[in-house]
């Protein structure tokens, strides 16, 4: 039951991401300014703070450290698109079923909010970013700005997996 509950989860996260975006063309109903009429333009320097960092998301996780992970081959990686940041290492014909998964910014964190309202266990993770957590074959973790959301997808007791996420977090983390 353990291993259907991420699938569930995940089979979700596109619906999540949906309500998420904003349609083109849609009117901004965001406030323009601080309340009390100051409306400054952000400088320069705030403005490329916040852009969105350019990465190959695969380069975070190699497939080298993504089969070390999974304990099991895993095919290349496949690149999701600039919308969804993302690295899917799926399994091998030959192979046992092995699938590791990496999402970065809102995928990472609408997973963790999803996980959070409905109620899931997650245990916190010491030493790991800024903030990390550890549930049944997932870890998902924040480092400055940026949220991480590994997921392992094995037939196989979580427990035995558990060093390996975090093993595999903390490369991810000093790769951000």
């Known amino acids: 039951m353990t291993q259907r509950r991420p699938l569930i989860v995940l089979s979700a996260l596109p619906l999540l991401l949906a309500g998420c975006s904003a349609l083109p063309g849609a009117a901004n109903t965001a406030p323009t300014g601080p309340p009390g009429g100051d409306t400054a333009a952000p400088t320069a320097t705030a403005a490329a703070s916040t852009a969105p960092k350019t990465v190959a998301v695969c380069d975070l996780l190699t497939k080298a450290e993504a089969e070390k992970l999974a304990d099991a081959p ?49 245990t916190p993770v010491a030493g790991l970013g800024d903030e990390a957590y550890l549930e049944d074959g997932s870890i998902i973790f924040r480092k400055g700005d940026e949220w991480a959301f590994i997921h392992l997808v094995r037939s196989t007791d979580p427990a035995i997996n558990r060093q390996r996420l975090q093993d595999a977090a903390q490369t991810v983390a000093g790769r951000l």
């Open 74 to 122: 895993v095919n290349p990686g496949q690149e999701g698109p600039a919308t969804v940041p993302s690295c899917v290492y799926t399994p091998t014909a030959t192979g046992p079923t092995a699938q590791v998964e990496l999402y970065l910014a809102e995928s990472a964190k609408n997973y963790l909010d999803a996980e959070r309202q409905l109620g899931h266990e997650l």
